[in-house]
Nanobody, 126 residues
Framework: QVQLVESGGGLVQAGGSLRLSCVAS????????INWFRQAPGKEREFVAGITFNGGRTNYADSVKGRFTVSRDNAKNTVYLQMNSLKPDETAIYYC???????????????????WGQGTQVTVSS
């Protein structure tokens, strides 16, 4: 079992930046692939970014490519999401999610992830 805690959300103006963190409790954190998802009011949860268990591969939603960067520090049991040039329509609750996987595949479907954090609110003002 792994518990995830997100932090780093807040209020930022359009064009600004935030860095989200996701800290995991698992001793075997380095065997989990981690994704970031987001959910805006009235919308479905959507894939934002993903990183494999060892950081060897990353993937991004087309809408955030070139602006967001996902990274991990397995020694700290932490995954980060650096978000630059934020837009008002990216206002949402951002979640990190974990699945046990030691391959280089990056899944983008929420149903594939068994472990979720409580989310952190990101609000981008215009």
């Amino acid at each position: 079992q792994v518990q995830l805690v997100e932090s780093g959300g807040g209020l930022v103006q359009a064009g600004g930046s935030l860095r989200l963190s996701c800290v995991a409790s698992a001793r075997t954190f380095n065997t989990y692939a981690i994704n970031w998802f987001r959910q805006a009011p009235g919308k479905e949860r959507e894939f934002v970014a993903g990183i494999t268990f060892n950081g060897g591969r990353t993937n991004y939603a087309d809408s955030v490519k070139g602006r967001f960067t996902v990274s991990r520090d397995n020694a700290k049991n932490t995954v980060y999401l650096q978000m630059n040039s934020l837009k008002p329509d990216e206002t949402a609750i951002y979640y990190c999610a974990a699945r046990r996987a030691i391959d280089q595949a990056i899944e983008d479907e929420p149903a594939r992830f068994a472990h979720w954090g409580q989310g952190t609110q990101v609000t981008v003002s215009s």
